[in-house]
């Protein structure tokens, strides 16, 4: 069964950093593309980032380029999402998820939420 | 950017009722278009990929149409835990972009 476990999510100050991590299990982790998905509070989904097949081709939102860096260590099991210079629009749940095809979202985490506040 | 534009957005429909969601791409997607579906404090489900495909696990009361620039999103018999949120989301190009969401409601 596959399985994607978000930690990370807490309250920060704007312009302050944090890192998410999802734990994956129940798959050949290696052999997959994943990405970040979030969600505004009451809000719809807004993809973040992905890595697009097993190499190292990643892809951002406008919003979040240059701010954010997705990382991976295969070795682990676990997908990073480095989240620098925050801004309360940033404040949502975020999501991992595990694609097929590439990029449509297939399995998701139960998401971990940040809150960018002062 | 793709827009992906979702009518209605609040369906109130019966249990046992057929519903119909629309998804209209700002430009052609081809067949590269899935479905959503998400309840209250859940994460999304895929149900429908490329589509018209069904994802793994998903009945058959669900089917998805189209190509192009509209799409849609078929539930033959409502079933009481069908009363959710559904979104559409292309693959075409960067960036993916979902659509707005339709809220399928008990009448």
């Known amino acids: 069964e596959v399985q994607l476990l978000e930690s990370g999510g807490a309250l920060v100050q704007p312009g302050g950093s944090l890192r998410l991590s999802c734990a994956a299990s129940?798959?050949?982790?290696?052999?997959?593309?994943m990405s970040w998905v979030r969600q505004a509070p009451g809000k719809g989904l807004e993809w973040v980032s992905s890595?697009?097949?097993?190499?190292?081709?990643?892809n951002y939102a406008d919003s979040v380029k240059g701010r954010f860096t997705i990382s991976r260590d295969n070795s682990k099991n676990t997908l990073y999402l480095q989240m620098n210079s925050l801004r309360a629009e940033d404040t949502a749940v975020y999501y991992c998820?595990?694609?097929?095809?590439?990029?449509?979202?297939?399995?998701w985490g139960q998401g971990t939420l940040v809150t960018v506040s002062s | 950017e793709i827009v992906l534009t979702q009518s209605p957005a609040t369906l109130s429909l019966s249990p046992g009722e057929g519903a119909t969601l629309s998804c209209r791409a700002s430009?052609?997607?081809?067949?590269?278009l899935a479905w959503f579906q998400q309840k209250p404090g859940q994460a999304p489900r895929l149900l429908i990929y490329d589509a018209s495909n069904r994802a793994a696990g998903i009945p058959a009361r669900f089917s998805g149409s189209g190509s192009g620039t509209d799409f849609t999103l078929t539930i033959s018999s409502l079933e009481p835990e069908d009363f959710a949120v559904y979104y559409c989301?292309?693959?075409?190009?960067?960036?993916?972009?979902f659509g707005g969401g339709t809220k399928v409601e008990i009448k």
């Open positions: 989301q292309h693959r075409s190009n960067w960036p993916l972009t």
């Open positions: 430009q052609s997607v081809s067949s590269y």
């Open positions: 129940g798959f050949t982790f290696s052999s997959y593309a």
């Open positions: 998820a595990k694609a097929i095809s590439g990029t449509y979202f297939e399995s």
């Open positions: 890595f697009t097949g097993t190499g190292d081709n990643t």
